[in-house]
Nanobody, 127 residues
Framework: QVQLLESGGGSVQAGGSLRLSCKASGYTFGTNCKAWFRQAPGKEREGVAAIVTVDGATAYNDSVKGRFIISQDNAKNTLDLQMNSLKPEDTAMYFC????????????????????WGQGTQVTVSS
C-alpha cells in the first residue's frame, strides 16, 4: 500500500523556520515529479515547490522563492521542504505529492499531475 506521510509542521513566529518531511512507504520517489502543495482555509490548493525533471531541476512558487528549498533524500526515501523566513501568509496545510511522470516542468503546479498525496501537516505562522 502506497502511503505518503508528512511531518514537521507546527506553530512558529514570523521570521522563523520549519523543515517538513514526507516519508514514502510502498513507493520509491525515484526520478518522478514530486512536489509540496499548500492549502489555506477558503483557498485553492497551490503548488509551493517541486522537483520537476530527471536531473533534479526544481521549481518554486514566486511567493516562496529565496525562502524555501525542496530536496530529496534517496537513502531515506523522503521529500523535504526547508522553510525559512516564514510569513503569516505561509500559514496553511502542507501536502506532499508524487506524479507518475518524470517530467513536469510546465505543469508542476497543477494538482492533476499528481496521483499520490499525503494527508498533510499544518503550518501556522504568527505575526
Amino acid at each position: 500500500q502506497v502511503q505518503l506521510l508528512e511531518s514537521g509542521g507546527g506553530s512558529v513566529q514570523a521570521g522563523g523556520s520549519l523543515r517538513l518531511s514526507c516519508k514514502a512507504s510502498g513507493y520509491t520517489f525515484g526520478t518522478n515529479c514530486k512536489a509540496w502543495f499548500r492549502q489555506a482555509p477558503g483557498k485553492e490548493r497551490e503548488g509551493v515547490a517541486a522537483i520537476v525533471t530527471v536531473d533534479g531541476a526544481t521549481a518554486y512558487n514566486d511567493s516562496v522563492k529565496g525562502r524555501f528549498i525542496i530536496s530529496q533524500d534517496n537513502a531515506k526515501n523522503t521529500l523535504d521542504l526547508q522553510m525559512n523566513s516564514l510569513k503569516p501568509e505561509d500559514t496553511a496545510m502542507y501536502f506532499c505529492a508524487a506524479a507518475p511522470y518524470n517530467w513536469c516542468l510546465q505543469s508542476w503546479g497543477s494538482t492533476d499531475v499528481y496521483d499520490k498525496w499525503g494527508q498533510g501537516t499544518q503550518v501556522t505562522v504568527s505575526s
